[in-house]
């Protein structure tokens, strides 16, 4: 069992748009729409979970660029070289009477981690968040990824008492017919 050693602020390196030099973060187009299946894909086989990867260009390009996109994308590039990505949407809090900002996935390539690229693209969530006027911002963390380490030095923390469920579109019908 290896021990990882706490986070430092020398750790995360300052790397806010406009701060670090040659890191760009833009917002995805439609004709993106090949690079964010390799991006989908790229975190699908990081997190072991490629077997469950179905979306193809055309269902992407519906869902987040069609009549009701579901889903935003942005880009971090480095040096104009494609170094991560973020899918995030709205959520509703009626708690809190406002829009959350949910974050699906947040990935940099292993060649451009510890550049400060995902706390970047992390921290563009938060100011779209707060621009936005959301309640809080939400995402959920695989229990074995180091960068629980690395939310929770920036102040998140895991949701107390609350567990996530899941229901696959095979599930639909079942449930209707019960």
């Known amino acids: ?26 917002a995805a187009e439609i004709e993106d729409v090949t690079l964010i299946l390799k991006f989908v894909k790229g975190i699908a086989r990081f997190e072991n979970l ?14 987040m660029f069609g009549k009701r996109p579901y889903a935003e994308v942005f880009f971090a590039e480095l ?8 899918v995030f949407f709205h959520n509703f809090s009626t708690f809190l009477g406002k829009p959350g900002l949910y974050i699906e996935d947040i990935f940099v390539r292993p060649e451009f981690r510890r550049k400060g690229i995902g706390k970047a693209m992390f921290l563009h969530c938060v100011k779209l968040a707060k621009e936005r006027n959301c309640g809080r ?15 929770e030095y920036l102040g998140g923390s895991p949701a107390a008492g609350w567990q996530i469920y899941r229901m696959d579109e ?9």
């Open 79 to 86: 040096d104009g070289a494609p170094a991560g990505f973020t």
């Open 137 to 151: 911002m939400e995402w959920a963390v695989l229990d074995w990824n180091p960068a629980r380490e690395f939310y």
């Open 170 to 178: 095979e599930k639909f019908e079942s449930a209707l017919e019960k």
């Open 50 to 63: 490629s077997h469950l990867v179905t979306a193809t260009e055309e269902s992407l390009a519906e869902a």
């Open 1 to 26: 069992m290896s021990v990882r050693k706490k986070l430092t602020k020398e750790d995360i390196n300052p790397a806010e748009e406009g701060v670090k030099p040659g890191l760009k973060i833009r």
